[in-house]
Every structure is written in structure tokens, then in C-alpha cells.
T-cell receptor, first 111, second 113 residues
Framework: EDKVVQSPLSLVVHEGDTVTLNCSYE??????LLWYKQEKKAPTFLFML????IEKKSGRLSSILDKKELFSILNITATQTGDSAVYLC???????????FGTGTQLKVEL | KAGVTQTPRYLIKTRGQQVTLSCSPI?????VSWYQQTPGQGLQFLFE???????NKGNFPGRFSGRQFSNSRSEMNVSTLELGDSALYLC????????????FGPGTRLLVL
């Protein structure tokens, strides 16, 4: 059975801190690893990673994939209260568009 | 460009009833996937439709079904509702459903009493 595990489950930091969120996966027919941010409702897309070792960046967020060790990390630098959300990672597998999600990391950024 | 829309946004049903949820993808998108989100199980894949055909299916009982129309709009149906079906149902659309980014709708919150 496909499995995606995220850690930590929750995290409380202060504004300005740097955080690292972890995602490991054990799936068959792996194609890509995706990160989403979910605040109140719909998950919003952050990154899609397909190749190992290539960092993707968007502002203060960055992510990298290690296909040998089967994990990915999401870094957020200089955190802001607006970064408070659940961060989800998901493995895209097989043909089509099936995503297997982890349970998410709840991040709270305090002043 | 309008995003993914889902109707209704909230729904209350009783056990044993059935329910139909609707999803309109982003214009031009032909793949629609459905997910169930609960506090205990997180986001779980239900099924994916492309060109009116079910292409992938998750591990849900046969009470959960779906379909897609020629304009790519999709519906999912849950028959004989159980308390455990209370969840946020999300749909996501993408261009052709082969590894491109999936964009999620706001979801339908279903409460089964």
C-alpha cells in the first residue's frame, strides 16, 4: 500500500524563524512529489518535484527531493504569521493523476 | 480564469440518504479527481475522470461513484450515507491528468446525522 509520512505533525515557531518540514514516501510507480499549503479550505499548490537534488524556490519557500532516500523537505525562511497553515505533501503515482497525501504538518507562526 | 467550483458548499444529510456533489473544472481542464478529507484519515483519493472515463479509483466502497460529462464537469454520488462519510469532499482539475499541477476547488462540507 502506498504511504506518505510527514513530520513533525505540528510545529509552533516565532516570526523570523526558519522551519524545515519533512516528507518521506513508500509508493509504487513514483512520478513526482508535490507540496500544497492548506489554510481554511482548498489546498493551494506550492511545488512539484520530479528530479532528485534540484532545489525549487519561490520567495522564502524552497523544496528539494531525494529519490534515493525517498524523501523531500520544504524549507520556509523568515517565517511570517501568514505562513500559518497545514502543509501537505503528496506523491503522484502510476498513470493519471492519483495523489497519495501525507497527513500534513500544522505550522503555527506566532509574533 | 475562473477556478475550480464546487456545489453545494455545505450539505446536511441523514444516514441512509444519498447525495450528489458537483465539480466544474477550470476551463480547458479535462481531468477531474475527487478526494475525501477527514481529521482522522487526511486527504484520500476517491477517483479520477478523464474524457468521461474513470481512469483511477481509490480504495472506497462501491457506494461512492462518479461520472464526468462531455464538458468535463463531474459529479460524485454517495449512496446509503453513513456517519463516517461526514467529510470535506474536494475536487481537483488539471489539463490532461498526466502529472501537471492539480488545482483544488473549495470543497463541499458534508455532515451526515
Amino acid at each position: 500500500e502506498d504511504k506518505v509520512v510527514q513530520s513533525p505533525l505540528s510545529l509552533v515557531v516565532h516570526e523570523g524563524d526558519t522551519v524545515t518540514l519533512n516528507c518521506s514516501y513508500e509508493v509504487t510507480n513514483f512520478r513526482s512529489l508535490l507540496w500544497y499549503k492548506q489554510e481554511k479550505k482548498a489546498p493551494t499548490f506550492l511545488f512539484m518535484l520530479t528530479s532528485s537534488g534540484i532545489e525549487k524556490k519561490s520567495g522564502r519557500l524552497s523544496s528539494i527531493l531525494d529519490k534515493k532516500e525517498l524523501f523531500s523537505i520544504l524549507n520556509i525562511t523568515a517565517t511570517q504569521t501568514g505562513d500559518s497553515a497545514v502543509y501537505l505533501c503528496a506523491a503522484l503515482t502510476g498513470g493519471g493523476n492519483k495523489l497519495t497525501f501525507g497527513t500534513g504538518t500544522q505550522l503555527k507562526v506566532e509574533l | 480564469k475562473a477556478g475550480v467550483t464546487q456545489t453545494p458548499r455545505y450539505l446536511i444529510k441523514t444516514r441512509g440518504q444519498q447525495v450528489t456533489l458537483s465539480c466544474s473544472p477550470i476551463s480547458g481542464h479535462r481531468s477531474v479527481s475527487w478526494y475525501q478529507q477527514t481529521p482522522g484519515q487526511g486527504l484520500q483519493f476517491l477517483f479520477e475522470y478523464f474524457s468521461e472515463t474513470q481512469r483511477n479509483k481509490g480504495n472506497f466502497p462501491g457506494r461512492f461513484s462518479g461520472r464526468q460529462f462531455s464538458n468535463s464537469r463531474s459529479e460524485m454520488n454517495v449512496s446509503t450515507l453513513e456517519l463516517g462519510d461526514s467529510a470535506l469532499y474536494l475536487c481537483a482539475s488539471s489539463l490532461v491528468g498526466y502529472g501537471e499541477t492539480q488545482y483544488f476547488g473549495p470543497g463541499t462540507r458534508l455532515l451526515v446525522l
